[in-house]
C-alpha cells in the first residue's frame, strides 16, 4: 500500500498525466522484461502500450532514472511479452540533452533483463532526400559530443576496459525494424513518409543546446552525415557496454541549417513536425512489439553476439577491483563476477 501511495506522489510531483488516470498501477514488476524503448523528445509514452506498473524513477549506482519507469503490454493483449519505457528528457522534458542521466537509465534497462533497446529521436536531416517527417535507421554515429558527458560505465580509477564500437549499432535489429517500413507511409498523403536504412547512414551527435551553425552544418555534410541530434552518445555506447542490442530510430523534424535559401532550424519547425512523427513512431513501434510478442527474434534471445563481450573487454583482474567497483558491475552484470 505504502508502495502505491509513493507512487501516486512521485506521479503528482512530476505531473504525470498517464499515471494519475493509471494511479492504482503496481510499483512493482515481478515479470519478465523483453524489450527497453527510450522515449525523446515529443515522444514520452506509446499509445499502443498499456501500462500494467509503474516503477517510480529507479535509482541505480550512477544516479537516477531521468523518468519513472513504465511496464507495458500491447494493447488489448495479454501477452507476456513486457515493454520498460523511459522518457529521456523527463515527463515534463525538464534534462537538457547534455545532463540526461544516460547511464542511469540504460543501467534500469539492463538490470530489468531487457533483452534490447529501441530508441527514438528527433533529428534534423543533412541530406535532401531525406525530408522533415521521414524516419531513418543509421548505422554509424560521427561523435561531436563535447566530452562533458559521462559516457561509460568502466571508466572510473581502478577499472580499464575497452568494448569494440566500430558498429555502434545492432544491424539485425535495423533489418527487423526495416521489415514494417510500410507502418509509415502514408500513401493518400500528398507527401507520403519514408524510412530509410542502409549501413551507411550515419547520424551526428552534437552537443548542443544551441544547434549548428550553417558552416558546421555544411561540414557534417561533408563529414558523409546523414542526419544530427544531441543524444545518440552516450547511449549507443552504454548500450554496447551493457551487452544491449541497440537501434535508434531517427525522426525527422527539420533540414537543420545547410540550406542556403531556407532558414536555419529554430525549435518551432521541430515542434511542427512532432505530432506526425509521434503517429508514426506508435504505428511503427506496434507492427515491432506485436511481431517480438508473437515470436522473440533471434538477435534478442542470442544477444546479437554481444554476450559474454564485456567480460573479454576489461582488463583489471577482479581480485583488484574494490568492492563498490564489483558492487556496480553486478548491478549490469550480476552473472558474471
Ligand atoms: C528539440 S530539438 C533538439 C533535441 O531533439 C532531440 O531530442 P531526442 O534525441 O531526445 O529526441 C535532439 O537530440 C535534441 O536533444
Ligand atoms: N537540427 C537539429 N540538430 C540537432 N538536433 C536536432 N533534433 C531535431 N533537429 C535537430
Not at 543501467?107 to 531513418?136: E, M, T, W, Y
Not at 547520424?203 to 551553425?213: D, L, N
Not at 529554430?266 to 503517429?279: D, H, K, S
Request: hydrophobic share 35%; net charge neutral.
Amino acid at each position: 500500500m505504502n508502495r502505491i501511495k509513493n507512487t501516486i506522489a512521485v506521479a503528482k510531483r512530476l505531473k504525470l498525466s498517464s499515471i494519475m488516470t493509471n494511479s492504482e498501477l503496481p510499483s512493482i514488476f515481478n515479470g519478465t522484461v523483453d524489450l527497453g524503448i527510450i522515449g525523446g523528445t515529443g515522444l514520452y509514452n506509446l499509445d499502443c502500450l498499456e501500462p500494467i506498473a509503474l516503477l517510480p524513477p529507479m535509482v541505480t549506482p550512477w544516479g537516477i532514472t531521468s523518468s519513472p519507469v513504465t511496464i507495458s503490454q500491447f494493447v488489448g493483449t495479454n501477452s507476456h511479452f513486457h515493454v520498460a519505457f523511459i522518457a529521456r528528457h523527463g515527463v515534463n522534458h525538464e534534462y537538457p540533452p547534455t545532463r540526461v542521466p544516460f547511464r542511469a537509465n540504460m543501467a534500469a534497462l539492463k538490470n530489468l533483463n531487457c533483452k534490447a533497446v529501441l530508441s527514438f529521436s528527433a533529428v534534423g536531416s543533412l541530406q535532401a532526400h531525406i525530408k522533415p517527417r521521414d524516419f531513418v535507421l543509421p548505422q554509424q554515429i560521427i561523435d561531436r559530443t563535447k566530452g562533458i558527458r559521462h559516457s561509460s560505465y568502466l571508466n572510473d580509477e581502478g577499472l580499464v576496459g575497452h568494448v569494440g564500437f566500430g558498429q555502434p549499432f545492432s544491424e539485425k535489429f535495423a533489418e527487423y525494424i526495416y521489415q514494417f517500413k510500410d507502418a509509415i507511409t502514408n500513401p493518400e498523403s500528398e507527401e507520403p513518409c519514408h524510412l530509410h536504412y542502409d549501413k551507411d547512414m550515419t547520424v551526428v551527435c552534437m552537443e548542443g543546446p544551441q544547434f549548428s551553425t550553417r558552416a558546421e552544418s555544411k561540414m557534417y555534410r561533408m563529414f558523409g552525415g546523414h542526419v544530427i541530434n544531441m543524444s545518440v552518445i552516450p547511449e549507443a555506447k552504454l548500450a554496447r557496454e551493457c551487452e544491449l542490442p541497440y537501434q535508434m530510430v531517427c525522426m525527422s523534424t527539420d533540414y537543420d541549417a545547410w540550406r542556403d535559401e531556407a532558414e536555419p532550424v529554430t525549435v518551432e519547425t521541430v515542434i511542427g513536425n512532432l505530432t506526425n512523427n509521434g503517429r508514426n513512431a506508435n504505428l511503427l513501434a506496434s507492427k515491432i512489439i506485436v511481431s517480438m510478442a508473437k515470436e522473440i527474434p533471434e538477435f534478442m534471445h542470442s544477444g546479437d553476439g554481444l554476450r559474454g563481450s564485456i567480460k573479454k573487454s576489461i582488463s583489471t583482474k577482479p581480485e583488484a577491483m574494490s568492492k563498490d567497483t564489483l558492487e556496480k558491475l553486478r548491478y549490469l552484470f550480476p552473472d558474471y563476477w
